[in-house]
Every structure is written in structure tokens, then in C-alpha cells.
């Protein structure tokens, strides 16, 4: 493991050892949170409802869009929220997933092997449990159950009362996959995203390089059982000869499914983005939003906006012998694809990729585009990342345009009328965020947004918590996580780059994870914020 890590960074061997630590004593309590255990348990009230934030989005379109903020929480009280508590993840150098917040509980698993079931006012643990690997992707409440996905590829059903396993199901038996995006739920049925990183590992020039293919997993979400699994590449991968070093390669293969699918109730189907192809020969759905039919899986058709990206990490080595001879630029849709409802009566789907362009696709004529329009430069890291949100006929896009040489640079918060494709306004990140801050602090604005009536909130990886005037885009709270906590559960924390989850906002309480050790400022806190005289004071 020495020789393997040497071109790591720190942080990046601190996340790596996150990964593959050990977990062996999965399905029990961590004695870390006994101290913070609630008190009499109150039973777990409706998940749903309005004001709940229930997996990705408070809706299956994935808009993001918080109708019902509840409480005292509205635009004019935005500017007053404060740090009410923060739960402090033991034994890790990342936050969690982004919260769920379901009958007056919050929901978070974490990159240390954990979910736990908090109480979303007082942030004390009413249960935890251990999957087999770390959670990163949102839980789902649903009959009874909290629903989520590991790092090795696993679904779990969990009495969302008692944390008790009511089933396990392996989604993929390839050893690199795992689940990155949050699990939908619909009419009973969980639909799980299956993504992997034998990306990574073909960055090691004696790996053979790649037989995953990405998909969705269709679950019975009473009781785990497979109903239809879909890849988003038809054929199994097979040899391709060798490669200079001599080791075997395979294809096709990748087309990994990062996010959380969206469903389309009235067509019958779910959207989902793809990524890159790590080898070839080229399959057809690459870089792609693909419709699958919700009772069958078979796919109702696919959209390719960048055919023929092929990449992985071999291309980052000067002579990477996985890399492929016509390598692309890696430009995933890594954030959910947004079903959209305009007040004309239309329906689009928005779709935002790395490359920086937003898409607005026609769900009636297979995804044919619409408008396109270029919010940011790309790059490995760049253009849109994670997600956007939307409210009636505006999307509110995070640019990220990560520059590692310039950590200022980038990060950039953009409004777009959905009916022209135009820009309505641009905030772009203060240059000093980063100012004074360790290194890995970027301003780059990768993690999902999130919006409520009036206003947009975003978090950027120089750790600051934005909310933003959503007509006008002028900065109205900001709150700088990048410094020491003291956790409710007795353990002391510490705030870092925000990237990929984005607020949860319910019942007049907003929740933010801070930290994120890959190529960025490490962190283990979570924290919830509310206007006064809400939640607990810190």
C-alpha cells in the first residue's frame, strides 16, 4: 500500500483509509455517540408531509426546491440564522451524507462506517447502525424503513424506529462498485444508482483495466428483493488483448451512475445521468441522460451528449498504460437530472454536466435538446458538479471550475431562465474566502444547491455556507464552517470544504455537512442552523 499511495496527498490517504478500514463489526452500535443518547424515545412521526426533506430532494423531480420551510424560517429571517448545534463525526476526515430529515428525525450516514438516527432539533442519537462500508449517498424513509446504500455496493432496509437490519441486498457483485447517489423511492419500489471507482484503480499500470458497468437497481423497498436490475452498457465486457505492460484489458466498460435518479411519474420512466466509458470499444450512453422504463427497466431511450468519452485515472500518469489512445475529457453528469415544470405549461429536463453547459432536454421527443447554454469553463473537476435547483421558471446552477494552480478562481452561483436559456444574473465567489486557509481551499462551488422561497442557498469548498436573494443574487448570510466544534455528542470537530451534499432545509431548521478530504480542506461536522428561538442553542 506504501508504493501505491506515494503520489497521494494527504488527504487523499486519509480518505482511501476511510474506505477500506475496518468495518467488521457491522449491524452494531458505535460506543462513540452513547454519551448523547435522547432520553425517553418519542416515536417516529410521518415521513412524509410537507417541510420533510426526504432523501435528495424533497420531490422525485429532484428540484431541490423546499416549498414548506416551516417554522419561522422565511427570506426575511434568512439573514438571522444561527449555529443552534453540530454533531461531530468520530473517526473520519470527511462529513456525511447529506441529511434526511423525516418525521422529526434526521437521518446521516457518514465515511466512517455509520448511520445514525439523530433527533432534528436537539441533535441528540436516538440509534446507530453499521453498514458493512462508509455512506455517502442520502437516506430514504419510507413504510417504517430508512433506505440507503454503502461503499461496497450494498442496500440496507433499516427500522427507521430502532435502527434494527430488516434486510440486506447486494446490488452489484463487481468489487469496485458502490453507491454514491441517494436511492429514490416510488410506489413501493427503491430504485438504487450503482456507480464504482475501478476508475481509480486503473490508475495502477498492473491493473486490468475494466470490466463495471453502471446501473440502476430496482428494489422491493419492503423487503429487499430484486425486481429488475438495468446497466447503462448492454453488453458484458471482454478481453481486448493486452496492454504495454503486458496486462490484460477489457471492455466496455464505466458509464457509472453517480447521482439520484429522477422520476417522471407521468411517462413512467426514471432519468438518470451517466459518466465516462473508462475503456473501449465506445458503448452508446456515455456522458448521457438515459429513461428507463420504471416497471421493466428496459431502457426507453438514451441522449448522449458526448459520445466517445473514455477516461480513467491512468490517464494522469505521463506514460499510463490503461489510459486509452482516445482518451476524453471526462465530462460526467455527476448532478441528478431536474424534471422541470414551467409556467407556459412545457416540461424539460435540465441536465448539468462537467463540461460546464447546462442542457434542457424535451422528455416527449427522447430527450431532444432544447437549449444549451455555457455557465462555466470544465474540467476534471469543473463546470457543474454535483447539482443544481430549481423554482418555477428559474434554475439556480453552482459552477465550480476547480483549478487546482489558482485556488481563487473559480466558484460561481448562476441564474438561468428556463424559458430562454439566458442567464438572469451571476454571483461569482469573493476571491479572499480562501484567504489564511489551509491547503486544499478552493473557491470552487461543487455541492448541490438548494432553494426555498426567495432564496438560494450554496456551499462552496472554501467552506462557506452562502444564501443568496433569489431574484437578484446578492449575498444575504454567510457562514464560514472552516473552524473548531464542539459537538453535542461530546467530541470535538472541526468544519472544512463544503462539495456535494447541499442543505437540507425542514421545519424551520437548515442542515450542512462541512468537510471533504478528497483534494480539499478535511472536516467532520455536521451542522444545523435556525433562526432564533429554534432548535438548541449552541
Known sequence: MQQQAANLSEAERHAIADYIGDHGDAGTSHPRVEANLCGAARPAGAAAGPGSWNGWSPDMENTRFQSA??????????????????????????????????GG?????????????????????????KPEAGVRAA????????????????????DAATGEQRWRARLDPHPQARVTGSPVQHAGRLYVPVSSIEELAARDPKYPCCTFRGGVVALDAATGQRVWKAYTIDEAARPLGTTRADVARAGPSGVAVWSAPTIDVKRKVLYVGTGNSYTGPDPPATDAIVAFDLASGAKAWVRSLLPKDKWNTGCLEKNGTNCPEDQGPDYDFGASPVLAHLSDGRELILAGQKAGILYALDPDRQGEVRWQVQLGKGGLLGGIEWGLAVQGDSAYVAISDWDFDGPSSGGALVAVDLKTGKERWRTANPAKACLGKPKGCTTAQAAAVTVIPG???????????????????????????VRDFQGVNGLAGSGGSINAAGATVSDGMVYQTSGYSMFAMPGNVLMAFGPPGTGRVR
Open 105 to 129: 428525525r434526521l437521518y446521516i450516514g457518514s465515511f466512517n462506517g455509520n448511520v445514525y438516527a439523530l433527533d432534528a432539533k436537539a441533535g441528540c442519537v436516538h440509534w446507530t447502525f
Open 455 to 481: 432564496v438560494v442557498f450554496s456551499g462552496s469548498a472554501d467552506g462557506h455556507l452562502r444564501a443568496y436573494d433569489a431574484a437578484m443574487g446578492r449575498i444575504v448570510w454567510d457562514y464560514d464552517s
Open 139 to 158: 437516506v430514504v424513509v419510507h413504510d417504517g424503513l430508512a433506505l440507503f446504500g454503502d461503499l461496497k455496493g450494498i442496500a440496507y432496509g433499516v
Open 69 to 102: 420551510p416551516g417554522g419561522s424560517l422565511t427570506a426575511a429571517r434568512v439573514a438571522s440564522l444561527g449555529l443552534r448545534w453540530a454533531f461531530v463525526f468520530p473517526d473520519t476526515f470527511m462529513a456525511g451524507s447529506q441529511p434526511t430529515v423525516a
